[in-house]
């Protein structure tokens, strides 16, 4: 199964001028649709970047990362608006010119994509997948180029930048992720936060302490502190604080006021009443004012786990929830993307009416099996390796009989997905990665970030929150 995958992730490669750059997100001949799938998205090629370095074949990743920061100093506009300089491509397009012998390259910005939705994680990704690849394979001269370092200044000035925002989480328009449709993600989403902490400490150790460098060292290191502080705090439940929020009180005014974001405690669904297990907890997806999103989403808790967003004892309650809910999250097929699906009437209002988001499909609630990797990824990190040789099993009962498919659905994720890709790309770099990982647990150094204890409140004399 492995050298299959290795034969497929091979055949996914695209070549500029001669040069492998990334991997297109499926080979899918059957599909009568091709969309953009014959596209290279930088989220996409995540995995596929991660199991080309941990076989010591960095050069793709390289090839990649230059593209792509190429790609960020076009000017960029969707109609008459011009998108701020920093921003990454969700995907672009090799096109070969077989008469006059050229390449030449489009990329989508979210000009063309379906609901014209912004790739706010391109950004992150490029920065952490450039912390990989030096991590990897020990070479900085990349990172350290003038141009790598503008790259990501201009990535962290749109992130970084002030405005009329009350908390230190980044405000982001719906579908703005891999979750890239309506799917009340909007605001505050849990996917995004734990990227944007991610990218800014990778963007810590690789920026330059030079005079441009330094200033933003500065305001990351000043933002981190903010921001874990309000994560840990305000998007992490478990029983302990569900029961609180369950006793709310609302319309609390100054700051003295323990419901902060005035929740009224009815808008908490039922589900998650028996949801959540005496022992375990998750950062929710959402919160903002009278609003939080208690559903789970996997890629969020397991990038907060992997860029130590979530505290060692919150790391391993996550890992606890994993196994307690073992059938809504993994069920028969790793890994829900979200739980649980939004049906009926909530869904008409949240996805506006989106038939390929029904319930237990696609990003709503259905089972994807990329994300395989990450939770592998988490449960090394936590010392639980045995977590995920168990959803290895899983993936491997079926996947390449399947053919890789994209996404599966239903409640258990038994079927696969109605629209569904087959030979997705970052299936198979998942199950790569994931197996590679579980084999030779110190490839999780480049994809991991140990616990900085800077970040740690520490109570000194005072009671104030010291670092
Ligand atoms: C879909 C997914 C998105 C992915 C893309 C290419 O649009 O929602 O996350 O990047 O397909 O595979």
Redesign the pocket.
Known sequence: MVADAWEALRRSLVYFRGQPVGTI??YDHASEEVLN?DQV?V??FVPSALAFLMNGEPDIVKHFLLKTLQLQGWEKRIDRFKLGEGAMPASFKVLHDPVRKTDSVIADFGESAIGRVAPVDSGFWWIILLRAYTKSTGDHSLAETPECQKGMRLILALCLSEGFDTFPTLLCADGCS????RMGIYGYPIEIQALFFMALRCALVLLKHDAEGKEFIERIVKRLHALSYHMRSYFWLDFQQLNDIYQYKTEEYSHTAVNKFNVIPDSIPDWVFDFMPTHGGYFIGNVSPARMDFRWFALGNCVAILSSLATPEQASAIMDLFEERWEELVGEMPLKISYPAIESHEWRIVTGCDPKNTRWSY?NGGSWPVLLWLLTAACIKTGRPQIARRAIDLAESRLLKDGWP?YYDGKSGRYIGKQARKY?T?SIAGYLVAKMLLEDPSHLGMISLEEDKQMKPVIKRSSSWTC
């Open positions: 997100a499926a799938y998205f989220r996409d891999m979750i890239d449709r990003h994209e997705q970052w």
